[in-house]
């Protein structure tokens, strides 16, 4: 059983930082592509961030230059340091990751999530 943790959220005024983790355990063989996904009260989720194994990251033009992905193979956790947050940035945070199960098979999972607000 795989099981995505992730941790950080809370409260933080306009123009502060946060910094997400997200822990993945279980029965891992490695972790392809891992990433960050937020969706707002009433909107769709969307995507912030995704990071490869290899360290490619991709980010959304709403947090490029605010936010970094990285990761830690070692330890199968993601995080997302967020600076500069907007009131716009408060949603619930999911943390998404392609997991390899075994040689031939791999999975996505996602964890509960975190809840970030930016208060203005």
């Known amino acids: 059983q795989v099981q995505l943790v992730e941790s950080g959220g809370g409260l933080v005024q306009a123009g502060g930082s946060l910094r997400l983790s997200c822990a993945a355990s279980?029965?891992?063989?490695?972790?392809?592509?891992m990433g960050w996904y937020r969706q707002a009260s009433g909107k769709q989720r969307e995507l912030v961030a995704t990071i490869l194994r290899g360290g490619s990251r991709n980010y959304a033009d709403s947090v490029k230059g605010r936010f970094t992905i990285s990761r830690d193979n070692a330890k199968n956790t993601v995080y997302l340091q967020m600076n500069s947050l907007k009131p716009e940035d408060t949603a619930v945070y999911y943390c998404?990751?392609?997991?390899?199960?075994?040689?031939?098979?791999?999975?996505?999972?996602w964890g509960k999530g975190t809840l970030v607000t930016v208060s203005s």
């Open positions: 998404d990751a392609n997991i390899q199960l075994t040689i031939l098979n791999a999975k996505d999972y």
């Open positions: 279980g029965s891992i063989l490695w972790i392809n592509t």
